[in-house]
């Protein structure tokens, strides 16, 4: 939410566009080849199995964090004015995507990250107005034991390897491919408590770094003029993209290289490869935030089309689940099972890129995209005694 005596910042819109992209492409194998991901029949190709690898290295684990990162940076313009009205308005919105998560987890995706911000955001009004030292202090402390959570539970994979079978992603995808609407809202709710853990142990940790990071960097201004900071930036990008990118390399290589299997037929040393990945994935993240910054600054052109996803992101990404859903589910097109890693992928791709048009012109005759215009109404109305 901006202030309406300021232009709107270009920079966290351009982000957020493109995230939007990064998401959806992790997404859609989860909504269209299995419960757990790809599979092998998803990667039997190596033509396939080279879209799954790059999907993995380049975008699985990095872009909610931007999205995270953002969020964190755009609650200090809900929360700058102090006041009880402030707050109020804050927890509705956090109110608001609770209940949007809500409905997204059952009617669409399992891997909603609404409700986790919901939650989170919640632990964010704990340190909004305790100095920087102290939110970075916090953010260093939550970093750290969420690294050595995951070399914990990587060594344990490693150590004691799953099964090969799981019976519940057996029975998701056996609904997801042959129930109705009704049918698929009732197993998203059943593997609640498969899913939930998986949640909190992959996300919620870094999620909540990335909004502390976040509001540091709104205190400072650090995205609204970013030719002011073309040089950190551009380090940001060297570093980030310089150390990530063979970091990225390598785990995805235990994950997906030639001839390993993925799935529920994945082996312990690809479950612990996978985790490290996750370990690893923020300072891709940071080269993401530093490259996309560049290139704000110096080819701005090129990032104009993503604008208006970045300032309806909240429909969009939301859009990005309902379309797949309807393509792949038994309800929709049925396409759910049957479709390589590369199909998958360009489905993705087509969702995006047609939502980010329907923004386009949305936003031509309106202010705001549909679903944000919505919640704007519920969190800004009138509060009877404040």
Known sequence: ?????????????????LALLGIVLVNAPFLGISGSGYDNSAIDTTLDRAVAFGVTMLAQGKFYLIFSFLFGYSALFILKEDGKIRRVIYRRRLVALLLLGIVHYVFFFVGDILVSYAILGFGLLLVFARPDQVVARVAIVVGAFTSFMLLVFAALVLAFPQPSSNSWIQNYNEVMATGNFLDQALIRIQVIPEVLPLIVVGQWGFAFVAFCLGLLAARHQFLAEPHDREKQFRRAAIWGLG?????????TWFVLGPGRAVGEQADGFSG????????????????????????????????????????????????????LTMAFSAWGLGLFGQLGATSVTLLAIFSWTILVLAMTLWLRRFSQGPLEAVTARYVKRPTRGL
Not at 245 to 251: E, I
């Open 1 to 17: 939410m901006q202030s309406q005596t300021r232009p709107r910042q270009r920079l966290p819109d351009q982000l957020r566009g």
């Open 243 to 251: 150390l990530g990118l063979p970091l990225q390399f390598a785990t």
């Open 272 to 323: 612990a490869a996978g985790l490290l990945g996750i370990l690893v994935a923020p300072i891709l993240t940071v080269g993401y935030i530093g490259a996309v910054a560049v290139i704000s600054v110096r080819a701005p052109a090129l990032l104009r089309s993503v604008v208006p996803a970045g300032r309806a992101s909240l429909t969009v990404y939301l859009g990005e689940s309902v379309l």
